[in-house]
């Protein structure tokens, strides 16, 4: 059964950066693509980034591109996500997920398996 756990949640101060990770166990990793959600209080959760099971390809956001990068290491079994100029509007929960998709993409319903989440929080 495929696990997936985020970490590096944490407070920051707006124009900063933050790098979050996730680690998945119990699965082959690169049969699956991986993405990040993120879910501010009073709000729907909604897409953040996406990579393709090879790594080959990324999506974003309109409101993250240019700002965050999704990498993933197959071999460790990581995907990280680098997040740059950091804005207050960026201040969620933010949610890793594994898809048996090529892709992931933008769809929630794409991803079977989710983590438990970390918070980012980011000051003015």
């Known amino acids: 059964q495929v696990r997936v756990v985020e970490s590096g949640g944490d407070v920051v101060q707006a124009g900063g950066s933050l790098r979050l990770s996730c680690t998945v166990s119990g699965g082959t990793f690169s049969h699956l693509a991986m993405g990040w959600f993120r879910q501010a209080p009073g709000q729907e959760r909604s897409f953040v980034a996406s990579?393709?099971?090879?790594?080959?390809?990324?999506q974003y956001a309109d409101d993250v591109e240019g700002r965050f990068t999704i990498s993933r290491d197959n071999n460790a079994a990581t995907v990280t996500i680098e997040m740059d100029g950091l804005k207050p509007e960026d201040s969620a929960v933010y949610y890793c997920?594994?898809?048996?998709?090529?892709?992931?993409?933008?769809?929630?319903?794409?991803?079977?398996?989710w983590g438990p989440g970390t918070q980012v929080t980011v000051s003015s």
């Open positions: 990579i393709s099971r090879s790594g080959y390809t990324a």
């Open positions: 997920a594994a898809s048996n998709t090529v892709y992931g993409g933008m769809r929630s319903e794409n991803y079977s398996t």
